[in-house]
């Protein structure tokens, strides 16, 4: 397994709040342990990757792999300033994890752009997960304020994409 399949498994590992994940294949082990936010604070998923045809020697303890941090949706503002502004909007969020894309292909224009008026069942954007297009679809109508994910960017479950301000 490669780096970026190993972070891929800890991700889903943290998103399904399986507590701990063995993973044997023909020579290497793997083992993801996570925790309730409440029970450990830090949030670190452990992994520990041992050859199985040696034995885990004394003393050995799994490294810390620190998942990065989300970054701010709005980092040019004042935190409160931000807070105030977005309370009256909707935010739409990300269904799955996968890459974001604004627009079906790279000769095509942006499903939606900022000020656009949207619908209930409007394709908004696509992300690509394990080779397959999802269409997201906005759930409720109104405005589009801002567009949160930058054009071929990783999103993670649940991380807001757009902005709709529903008056």
Known sequence: MDLKEIQSLIKFVAKSGASEVKLEMED??????????EKRSDNTTY?????????MQQGMAP????AP?????????APAAATEDD??????KSPIIGTFYR?????KPNFKEVGDTVAVGDVLCIIEAMKLF???????????????????????FD????????S
């Open 87 to 92: 309370s009256k909007y909707i935010t739409i």
């Open 134 to 156: 999802n269409e997201i679809e906005s759930e409720v109508s109104g405005k589009i304020v801002k567009v949160l994910a930058d054009e071929s960017s990783p999103v993670e």
């Open 28 to 37: 290497v082990k793997i083992t993801i342990r996570t925790g309730d936010d």
């Open 63 to 66: 490294q810390p792999v620190a």
């Open 47 to 55: 992994v520990q990757q041992i050859p199985v045809n040696q034995p």
């Open 103 to 107: 627009r079906p292909s790279p000769d």
């Open 69 to 77: 941090a989300p970054a701010p949706a709005d980092a040019g503002q």
């Open 159 to 166: 991380q807001p994409l757009f902005l709709v301000d529903p």
